[in-house]
């Protein structure tokens, strides 16, 4: 898409977990062409590094909870600067769609009379299960997988999900957890989860500061115990979680680049 006229355009654009070998070539060449890169403030530095030092950066986003609320659409200033005839990214976590409020900004931008794209990202989810060697569905143990979120508008636990709904087996991938881990987890067994049921809890998947914990779902929040929210992080259940180390003990992961430009990378055998 072109611009028109004085107006500009907004891209809404996924960069994945963090990671930037992750980005897809659109999103990199994107970074590198746009005028303004309006970004979340979980955005990796590495990331960041990639965006021209000419490239006007505006930090727009929150962190996890703090993001909710009456917080608004999108930016002021992501529509101002495309009704200036800039060409505008808007840079989010993981992908745009995927609990990340694109659908919301989407909406503003239409409402605005802005001109937009929506460009996906890897999204947490598979970036973590990709970093763990957990296959997120496995023949023979899981065929289907569950994306929810614990967190919404509204408050932590006074929320959308339907917890009755949730399968008793298959995969589960929980986002936006850190703050009510311990509650969650109770919740799954109420409803008929498995205390035995494996789990692993993921925080800064792909980065160098990644955490990982590997539990159950009735120990996992003890086994984690403090939870830093400087990185997002999501939690995995189900008996594919038991394959990780399996595929683990194949893969050798370091990181390719030097200094703040270092990326993470598998090399497997």
């Known amino acids: ?58 930090s727009v986003g929150r962190r996890g909870y703090r993001s909710m609320g009456t917080a608004p659409s999108i930016h002021p200033e992501v529509i101002e600067k495309a009704k200036a005839g ?19 900004e989407a909406i503003a931008l239409s409402e605005a009379g802005i001109t937009f794209q929506i460009v996906p990202g890897v999204t947490a989810a598979l970036g973590a299960a990709s970093s763990l060697g957990i296959p997120l569905t496995q023949r023979f143990i899981s065929s289907d997988v569950t994306f929810a979120t614990a967190h919404t508008s509204h408050g932590p636990m006074a929320n959308l999900l339907d917890w009755a709904s949730l ?7 929980l986002y936006m957890v850190s703050h009510h881990l311990k509650e969650n987890m109770k919740r799954l067994i109420e409803y008929g989860r498995s205390p035995d049921t494996p789990a692993a809890f993921v925080s800064a998947a792909t980065l160098k500061a990644e955490r990982v914990v590997i539990g159950t779902v009735s ?6 115990g403090h939870i830093d929210d400087k990185h997002a992080s999501l939690v995995i259940i189900g008996e594919v979680v038991s394959i990780h180390e399996k595929i683990k003990s194949l893969a050798v992961t370091g990181y390719v680049g030097k200094g703040k430009e270092a990326g993470r990378i598998c090399h497997w055998p």
């Open 86 to 104: 800039k060409s505008v990214v808007r840079l989010k976590s993981g992908d745009p769609m995927l609990f990340g409020r694109g659908g919301e």
């Open 1 to 58: 898409m072109k611009k028109t006229g004085k107006t500009g355009i907004v891209y809404l654009v996924g960069a994945g977990p963090g990671d930037p070998e992750l980005l897809t070539l659109r999103a990199y060449r994107l970074l590198k062409t746009s005028d303004v890169v309006a970004h979340d403030k979980l955005i990796s530095k590495t990331i960041l590094n990639l965006i021209p030092k000419k490239t006007e950066k505006i």
């Open 167 to 173: 399968p008793a087996r298959g995969t589960i991938v």
């Open 219 to 224: 120990n996992l929040a003890k086994l984690v």
